[in-house]
């Protein structure tokens, strides 16, 4: 904890990603609060470049569940939002106006990315003030084609990002939240810095250390990890469905 605190930071320290929810509902009350609080984030020219959809359908949740990687909890989850970056909103009143506007481009794809995951995390924040657990879900970025019927996605409209709510069991409020990384490997002053192969190991050790784990093996938990996440069959998906989004917004 930082030595500055208040009930805002407090709240940023103590957020954990929630896989399993009570069976409380979210009030109505509390989903337009969470979703009111997303729509207050900062914006590109104030465009709002993005589109929250609520899935309510049972057995959209239930299919979501199964194109996002098999994580059964997405569909148990009493709330679950999309934010999509969306320019086709503002590109679609554009031409209606008479403004003959130019296509899309990737640039605008960044400004929707940006102002999407703004608004997904004002909601996390939200909602971590009411009690009531997320997690976000980065596999609605695989699987193209089922996600654009199933979202009936147009062009230049991409998922950015999944979340799901609801109150947390109390296991999952016991459960202790993984370490984040020392700010000196985070955070660099005025230009990039390549840290050294040793600089590395030296900063996943001292980490392992404050999880307690006394014999680390850097290699063998790099490894692994590179094989479980970076090279894994889902991350391929990941960027085969990028690249076809952003295909989206390439000027021809």
Known sequence: MCRIT??????LYRRKSVRVFTDQLIA?????????????????????????????????????????????FIAKAPMVLIFLADFRRWYDAFRYAGCEPRKPAE?????????ACIAA?????????LGIGSCYIGDVLEQYEAHRELLCLPDYVFPAVMLVYGYPT???????????????????????????????????????GREGKSLFDYPAFMQAFCKRKYNSEFSREMSRSASLYIQQFQNK
Not at 6 to 11: A, D, G, T, V
């Open 6 to 11: 208040n009930q805002i930071l407090e709240s």
């Open 28 to 72: 109505q009350t509390e989903k337009d609060a969470i979703i009111k609080a997303a729509m207050q984030a900062p914006s590109a020219g104030n465009q709002a470049l993005y589109t929250i959809l609520d899935i309510t359908d049972p057995m959209l949740k239930k299919k979501l569940a199964v194109t996002c990687d098999n994580q059964p």
């Open 107 to 115: 640039g605008d794809l960044l400004l929707a990315m940006a102002d």
């Open 121 to 129: 995390q004002n909601s996390v924040v939200a909602a971590e003030s």
């Open 170 to 208: 109390e296991q999952q409020k016991r459960r202790k939240k993984p370490e984040r990384f020392e700010q000196s490997y985070i955070v660099q002053e005025n230009a990039y810095q390549t840290f050294s192969p040793q600089e590395h190991e030296a900063f996943f050790q001292e980490q392992a």
